[in-house]
């Protein structure tokens, strides 16, 4: 189990729901609330930037840092893998900023255990039909893949009852004021707030 | 313990925190949410009303409510009495809607006993300080009665500890904005969202 102070999310999702764009509005518009960078074999999606989406890495590599304990989880999915670095994810947690983590439904099973108190948030899409209107739009898949994402989808889905918050994402604008609301709420909460408690209470 | 369905959400607050004018926001800029009314003994203030802010009743008519089992709580602050009818809230919770109790908190701690999945939050002034100057900013107040106040207060933010959640109340945007997530996030919680996940899942 890893020490730390900050507040640490996990944001998970089938493929296609819309996580990447939710993790990255979040950790741009709401403060004090730091990327988990994951790493991963996959080859980068147009617009994807090393060190920022991922660290993209090699087959080679990957497999030094797994045989390093490297990983505070790692994951295969289809044939690539992802990995969240232990070093990296260790230092913020010390630091006491909050961190999100954009990772699929394995790899968040993983880190919870790790990381028991993390609050756990699970986006949903509205309906397998948006679902598969969403992965035919983004226009990089076959309908095979997306056949194969549809299952896949539908075998993380069965997995939200180990989340602590469910999100709809039936407009990007009510999930980012769900998922804002949740990291909000999240730093008011009592075990969270009891120095700043004391201290007022001190006053009187 | 009373039978519900939708949300409840206890504030509870030292007197002169800000808790009824925030409480009264919420009521009208979140959506489903219903105010419960209390009940009580005192006087009127100016721009109070009868119906909205509390049913005010006299000795007898509070006498006549106790003895009939009235109440899910009522209590005695300084020489007057407020309670929560218990036919009112019963009726709110069926029908499934959210309710915001605005209640201070030895009725709190006992609305918690009858409703254990209540959320309980409790609003913190910033200081002691900032507390005698809202209370004397209000006018009605003799010195005297400031004291006993503040003195109430420290009595009163001892209970922290009893709560989900703590938000000071700093300034009344940042204090609506957390408790307005204090309330969305409620609502994404799993527990919550059961029936619209296995809905979605149905789809697959």
């Not at 990007?172 to 969270?192: D, G, H, P």
Request: with cysteine.
């Amino acid at each position: 189990m890893l020490r730390h102070s900050g507040n640490v999310f996990v944001l998970s999702a089938p493929s296609g729901t819309g996580k990447s764009t939710l993790a990255r509005q979040l950790v741009k518009q709401v403060g004090d609330l730091n990327f988990s960078v994951s790493f991963t074999t996959r080859q980068p999606r147009a617009g994807e930037v090393h060190g920022r989406d991922y660290f993209f890495v090699d087959d080679a590599t990957f497999d030094d840092m797994v045989a390093r304990d490297g990983f505070v989880e790692w994951v295969r999915v289809y044939e690539r893998r992802y990995g969240t670095g232990k070093a990296w994810i260790q230092e913020k947690l010390e630091s006491g900023v909050d961190i999100l983590l954009d990772i699929e439904s394995q790899g968040a099973r993983r880190v919870h255990q790790a990381i028991p108190d993390a609050v756990m948030v699970f986006l949903l899409p509205p309906s397998s039909r948006e679902l598969a209107a969403r992965l035919r739009g983004r226009g990089d898949e076959s309908e095979e893949q997306v056949r194969i994402r549809l299952e896949y989808a539908k075998h993380e889905l069965v997995q939200y009852e180990g989340y602590d918050y469910l999100v709809v994402n039936d407009t990007v604008e009510q999930a980012y004021r769900r998922l804002e609301s949740i990291i909000t709420a999240t730093r008011c909460r009592r075990e969270r707030m009891g120095a700043t408690a004391r201290q007022i209470l001190d006053s009187f």
